[in-house]
Each structure stands twice: as structure tokens, then as C-alpha cells.
T-cell receptor, first 114, second 114 residues
Framework: NAGVTQTPKFQVLKTGQSMTLQCAQD?????MYWYRQDPGMGLRLIYY???????DKGEVPNGYNVSRLNKREFSLRLESAAPSQTSVYFC?????????????FGAGSRLTVL | DQQVKQNSPSLSVQEGRISILNCDYT??????FLWYKKYPAEGPTFLIS?????DKNEDGRFTVFLNKSAKHLSLHIVPSQPGDSAVYFC?????????????FGSGTQLTVLP
């Protein structure tokens, strides 16, 4: 019973490098989300995908791109990493039958940009 | 401008006593409120929620109270147990663009002392 799986768990990048965070869910959820968590800031929405084939910007989309590859997978790409993108990233998905916006989160990906 | 605020970064409580975690919000259009719990190195997990048309929701040891006139919600944990030690996030649901989104508070670290 995997739920939401994120890879990698840890990554260190140099400024300007690119990378992709992968997320997959096995719960047949339609909606998927990417959040970042910074100290004192809570969780802020980067991008979301309400259903397969659609993506929309959240509160802090600058510097990121996303791809909803299929119903299971939703990836987050940093094209040119900056130190301000040092954060813990969480992928989440929702099941509308559990209640409004009850998100199931992955374990997180800790990214450090030097 | 943080629409959802948790003003206490930390709270310590003795085992068996009541824990009260507080959350304030500014947007009167929020229609649903949720609490999530987060252990270190894990993703947040859903705990309890309340609709804006209710003023109380109870689930075992956890009760959420909503005071709409004061734009305030609180989570009561009775009795508190050491396993409750975690970061607690409140979240509020509102419209952003064409979809409902969750806005999270910055979290409160609860420590239950044995």
C-alpha cells in the first residue's frame, strides 16, 4: 500500500543545475499537487493538476514547471535551480470521496541548492 | 499576507492533559477547515476537518472548534499522549482561480511530555 511515492528523498544541486522531482500515486486519485515547505511559512502550493491532462499554477509557481504524465504521475522540474528553491517539496493527491481537499501526502523530497 | 496564521510556533503539554492548538484566518470566504499532523521525515497526514456551517466536530480524542465571528479555529486533544508530539498545520479551503485550494498555516510544534 504505497500511497504517494516521491523520488529522490534528498538532492543537492549547484545554482543553475536542473532536476526533476518525481511523484506517483497508486490510489487512482484525479487531482495531484506540489507544495513546498519552508521554515515559518507552512506549505505553499506550487502547481496542481485537477485531472489528467490539466495543470495550473498555485501560489508560488515561478522557477518551476510540471508535467502530468498520466493519471498516476506528476513531476516537478527546476530548469535552473536557485538557492531560494532550497526547501522540502511535498507531492499530494486527493480522493473526492474522502471529503473536500483531504490530501494524501508523500514523504517529501529535501532539496538543497548551493 | 498570510491568510491563515498559527501564532504559536510551539506548545508543550504534560501527558494526560489537554492540548489546545489555535489558528486564525482572515478570509471570510473560506468554507472548510482541516488539521494535518506531521511527524519528522514524513508527509503531513489528515487529522480532522470542519465545515464552515458547523461550530464543532469531534473524532475520538480530537475536537475542532470553529468561531466564525472571530475567524478562529482550535484543535483540542484530550487526553494528550506522547505519540501526539508532532507539527500540526491548520488549513483553510477557498477559491483560487478556477479551483478550490488549501491555504496552510505555518504550523505548531506540539510536544507532549511523559
Amino acid at each position: 500500500n504505497a500511497g504517494v511515492t516521491q523520488t529522490p528523498k534528498f538532492q543537492v544541486l549547484k545554482t543553475g543545475q536542473s532536476m526533476t522531482l518525481q511523484c506517483a500515486q497508486d490510489m487512482n486519485h484525479n487531482s495531484m499537487y506540489w507544495y513546498r515547505q519552508d521554515p515559518g511559512m507552512g506549505l505553499r502550493l506550487i502547481y496542481y493538476s485537477a485531472s489528467e491532462g490539466t495543470t495550473d499554477k498555485g501560489e508560488v509557481p515561478n522557477g518551476y514547471n510540471v508535467s502530468r504524465l498520466n493519471k498516476r504521475e506528476f513531476s516537478l522540474r527546476l530548469e535552473s535551480a536557485a538557492p531560494s528553491q532550497t526547501s522540502v517539496y511535498f507531492c499530494a493527491s486527493t480522493d473526492p470521496f474522502r471529503g473536500p481537499n483531504v490530501l494524501t501526502f508523500g514523504a517529501g523530497s529535501r532539496l538543497t541548492v548551493l | 499576507d498570510q491568510q491563515v496564521k498559527q501564532n504559536s510556533p510551539s506548545l508543550s503539554v504534560q501527558e494526560g492533559r489537554i492540548s489546545i492548538l489555535n489558528c486564525d484566518y482572515t478570509n471570510s470566504m473560506f468554507d472548510y477547515f482541516l488539521w494535518y499532523k506531521k511527524y519528522p521525515a514524513e508527509g503531513p497526514t489528515f487529522l480532522i476537518s470542519i465545515s464552515s456551517i458547523k461550530d464543532k466536530n469531534e473524532d475520538g480524542r480530537f475536537t475542532v472548534f470553529l468561531n466564525k465571528s472571530a475567524k478562529h479555529l482550535s484543535l483540542h486533544i484530550v487526553p494528550s499522549q506522547p505519540g501526539d508530539s508532532a507539527v500540526y498545520f491548520c488549513a483553510a479551503r477557498g477559491w483560487s482561480g478556477s479551483a478550490r485550494q488549501l491555504t496552510f498555516g505555518s504550523g505548531t510544534q506540539l510536544t507532549v511530555l511523559p
